[in-house]
């Protein structure tokens, strides 16, 4: 989320950033799996992770703590980094009831059919239209724009809490997959765009060959939901 105009940083996310902090315990499992002998911290980590980034009253993740360095503050504004706590990397940093509650919230709030909005449409920050100038645009980009390679880590998120059987892969295939490429020849032939309107009709916005975007729909075909 490194959208700026002029000196002002739209998204700033000073702190420890819910997404980044899964990516360095993930890379700390994948270190201990090296070892011969494991020294516990991906474990430590984890524990730490989800007693620091629950968010009780929302029951979803908070998008960062410690916002600005300061210790104990945090921030409920719900995006959807806190997805790839779940799925999108090898390892969920949590699981059973709380991850399902994540997914499940994700969806109700963000998910469209080309894929995971980058902000709530009832914060008051909320853009639902990637229009205007320069400036309009960069002010929407990571506001409520809906971007299509989000789809990745959520599908997997979604199937994994419920238990990867062959039933939830088909019914996510139906639910999710197919819908997200049904505009493929919209904005690019056979093709995903880098984003879209957050508001529907959800109109393809940016880059309209945008390789993560198609990356992460053949992801999902292939490995994700692919029946063995």
């Known amino acids: 989320m490194d959208a700026k105009v002029g000196k002002r940083v739209v998204t700033p996310r000073v702190g420890k950033p819910v997404e980044v902090q899964a990516l360095w315990i993930n890379a700390l499992k994948i270190g201990a799996s090296l070892l011969p002998r494991p020294g516990g911290l991906a474990e430590k980590a984890a524990e730490s992770f989800g007693a620091r980034f629950w968010n009780a009253k929302g029951l979803s993740l908070y998008d960062v703590v410690d916002c600005g360095h300061v210790p104990g503050t945090a921030d409920a504004r719900f995006r959807p980094n806190q997805i790839f706590a779940v799925g999108g990397l090898p390892f969920a940093l949590i699981e059973g009831e709380r991850a399902r509650s994540v997914v499940d919230a994700v969806e109700a709030r963000l998910w469209t059919p080309l894929g995971l909005r980058t902000l709530a449409a009832d914060d008051p920050a909320y853009v639902g239209h990637y229009l205007g100038g320069a400036v309009e645009r960069d002010s929407a980009y990571h ?3 809906v971007w299509p390679w989000l789809a990745g880590p959520f599908v997997e998120a979604w199937v994994r809490v419920r238990g990867g059987t062959a039933a939830a ?7 999710f997959l197919e819908p997200l490429l049904e505009p ?3 904005a690019g032939l056979g093709h995903l765009p880098e984003i879209a309107d957050g508001d529907a009709p959800h109109a393809p916005r940016g880059c309209p060959f945008q390789a993560w975007s198609v990356g992460e729909a053949l992801r999902l075909d292939r490995v994700v939901l ?3």
């Not at 892969?169 to 639910?175: C, I, L, P, T």
């Open 143 to 145: 506001q409520g724009t």
């Open 169 to 175: 892969k088909r019914e996510a295939r139906a639910r």
């Open 184 to 186: 493929m020849d919209a």
């Open 226 to 228: 692919a029946e063995r």
